[in-house]
Nanobody, 120 residues
Framework: QVQLVESGGGLVQPGDSLRLSCAAS????????MAWYRRAPGKQRELVAR???????NYAGSVKGRFTISMDGTKNNVYLQMNSLKPEDTAAYYC??????????????WGQGTQVTVSS
């Protein structure tokens, strides 16, 4: 199993910045990628950004140039630096990973989510 714990959400004003963090723990031996998704009220969950274990990144068009995803050297922690936040970025943000665990197949895991609210 893999446990994902997010932190860093909060209430900010338009134009502000926030940095989300996600820490992975458990009996995994390989993380293939880590990603951030978000779900705004009344909308479907959408991919915000993804980073593979070789450092390849991709972003949703709505956040490209404003958000940056990164992974630390252990590849167990992923970050989302969010700059120039807009009210439409308001959502619950979820950490996601696809990992291989000891004694089982590779599968996807989700964190509990952290709320980001952008409002003046």
């Amino acid at each position: 199993q893999v446990q994902l714990v997010e932190s860093g959400g909060g209430l900010v004003q338009p134009g502000d910045s926030l940095r989300l963090s996600c820490a992975a723990s458990g009996n995994f031996f390989n993380i293939y990628f880590m990603a951030w998704y978000r779900r705004a009220p009344g909308k479907q969950r959408e991919l915000v950004a993804r980073i593979t274990n070789d450092g390849t990144t991709n972003y949703a068009g709505s956040v490209k140039g404003r958000f940056t995803i990164s992974m630390d050297g252990t590849k167990n922690n992923v970050y989302l630096q969010m700059n120039s936040l807009k009210p439409e970025d308001t959502a619950a943000y979820y950490c996601n990973t696809f990992a291989a665990v000891v004694g089982g197949p590779a599968t996807g895991y989700w964190g509990q989510g952290t709320q980001v609210t952008v409002s003046s």
